[in-house]
């Protein structure tokens, strides 16, 4: 980028109001911003205005946001491009930084929030701009989680950064919160994407077991091993290797996964040359690992060499906006094993589901769809086909008005992040009378 007096800011979309709001934003923040209302004459004045950074819609008529992106990525590597939209799905949002997006932002954006981005990106870039960074290595799309909660939006754009490279992740869950589905989504839009994805299990199988099944062993080395046999670990070539509830391992079997980790190479059960991996280690566990360090039931060393790039994922409960999405999406597959032409959840069905902590987490929700479909006689689950576990079981007191009441007021704030301003709004009420039906 030539030197200018203030940083550049392209703004594009096909809202002219939101153009104004954000062009009236960065221009008090100092910084130099023209808009375009289309994919096609930002690309008309990119050259002329010589941007430092570009914000841009993905649904515009004519080219999309995604189109731009591309065209920029390709011809102009010192801009830098920030991504909003609408829809806040994953694909979206991997496809975007993926193919190098600075950021991702969901509509409807504060125009605070894009400032700040904006200071981030020029501080970002001068810090580049005075320092050698290495080329990134592009990758390609694809996913299948669901939801647009801030924390999944960070999941999605992680993928989407790890999908360009092969460093080892470790996964941090409670169980049932689509550990597996996040390394599926990170191998399946890697450059090894068609490499095998191997899936293992570590509690399902004894030390032995789970030494041969990724090590491989040659013929004799124990009792049944009539034959030679290829691990997990040569199968996999160049793919990925996911170890899930890494946390249940033994001591033993760390000291193995650490020394492959460390020199890329492993000896089969019984072997005595050793064998080179290419794999890419992908691992996950529930179990709190600080604490099985202190207890010297998992060694540290094997801990960092894994937490590379660390995903904490939320539970269910801490993401509560996102679980009428998520149950919609899982009537396709929940039809397709049920044979139940299910289609829709009623309102009152969504409440209780909103309401409910999900211990289990998806796995939990859709096992419970599952059962409202197989008892639903039509097309709709409604609240009584639902048979929820625990405190949320409705019982005389969650019956009443008061209460209805307060599950909505819940419902829309999660929806709305806890803005209470916002949330009042959407309810019609005051501020005040909102603090009423809060918790103390």
């Known amino acids: 980028m030539s030197e200018q007096s203030s940083p550049r800011i392209l703004v594009v979309d096909d809202d002219t109001d939101g153009l104004e709001v954000l062009q009236t934003r960065l221009t008090h923040a100092g910084y130099d911003v023209e808009t375009a209302e289309s994919a096609e004459k930002a690309l008309s004045r990119v050259k002329a205005f010589d941007p430092g950074m570009i914000v841009t819609d993905v649904r515009m008529s004519g080219m999309t946001g995604?189109?731009?992106?591309?065209?920029?990525?390709?011809?102009?590597?010192?801009?830098?491009?920030?991504?909003?939209?609408a829809h806040d799905d994953?694909?979206?949002?991997?496809?975007?930084?993926?193919?190098?997006?600075?950021?991702?932002?969901?509509?409807?954006?504060?125009?605070?929030?894009?400032?700040?981005?904006?200071?981030?990106?020029?501080?970002?870039?001068?810090?580049?701009?005075?320092?050698?960074?290495?080329?990134?290595?592009?990758?390609?799309?694809?996913?299948?989680?669901v939801g647009s909660d801030p924390k999944m939006i960070d999941i999605y754009k992680t993928i989407g950064v790890l999908a360009r490279n092969r460093a080892t992740v470790l996964i941090r869950g409670e169980t049932g919160t689509g550990k597996e589905v996040i390394a599926r989504g990170i191998h399946e839009n890697s450059d090894a994407a068609q490499e095998p994805f191997i899936a293992v299990n570590c509690t399902a199988l004894t030390d032995t077991l789970l030494e041969s099944e990724l090590f491989g062993h040659v013929k004799g080395a124990f009792?049944?091993?009539t034959g030679a046999r290829k691990g997990y670990f040569e199968l996999a070539k160049k793919g990925t290797i996911f170890l899930d509830e890494i946390g249940d391992t033994s001591p033993d079997f760390q000291t193995k996964l650490l020394r492959v980790l460390q020199e890329r190479r492993f000896y089969p059960v019984g072997g005595e040359e050793p064998r080179k991996t290419e794999a890419r280690v992908i691992a996950a566990t529930h179990q709190p690992i600080q604490e099985l360090i202190e207890k010297e039931r998992f060694r540290e060393d094997l801990y960092f060499r894994l937490k590379v790039v660390e995903i904490h994922v939320p539970p269910l409960r801490d993401r509560r906006g996102?679980?009428?999405?998520?149950?919609?999406?899982?009537?396709?597959?929940?039809?397709?094993?049920?044979?139940k032409d299910v289609r829709r959840i009623s309102d009152d069905a969504v409440e209780r589901l909103m309401a409910y902590d999900w211990p289990g987490n998806v796995r939990e929700l859709e096992n419970a769809l599952m059962?409202?479909?197989?008892?639903?006689?039509?097309?709709?689950?409604?609240?009584?086909?639902?048979?929820?576990?625990?405190?949320?079981?409705?019982g005389p007191r969650d019956l009443t008005l008061d209460a209805a009441i307060r599950r909505h007021v819940r419902l829309v704030l999660d929806r709305t992040d806890d803005d209470a301003a916002e949330a009042a709004r959407l309810l019609d009420i005051s501020a005040k009378e909102l603090k009423k039906y809060l918790p103390d």
């Open 66 to 85: 995604l189109e731009l992106l591309e065209k920029i990525r390709g011809t102009m590597d010192d801009v830098e491009v920030v991504v909003m939209t």
């Open 90 to 145: 994953m694909e979206t949002a991997v496809t975007a930084m993926k193919s190098g997006a600075f950021d991702f932002l969901v509509k409807p954006v504060d125009p605070k929030a894009v400032q700040a981005l904006a200071d981030r990106c020029f501080k970002e870039r001068e810090l580049v701009e005075t320092t050698e960074v290495p080329d990134e290595v592009a990758a390609l799309p694809r996913s299948r989680l």
């Open 223 to 225: 009792t049944g091993a």
């Open 322 to 339: 996102d679980i009428e999405a998520i149950a919609t999406a899982l009537l396709g597959r929940i039809r397709e094993e049920t044979g």
């Open 371 to 394: 059962r409202a479909a197989i008892v639903a006689r039509g097309t709709v689950i409604g609240e009584d086909h639902l048979i929820l576990e625990g405190s949320s079981q409705p």
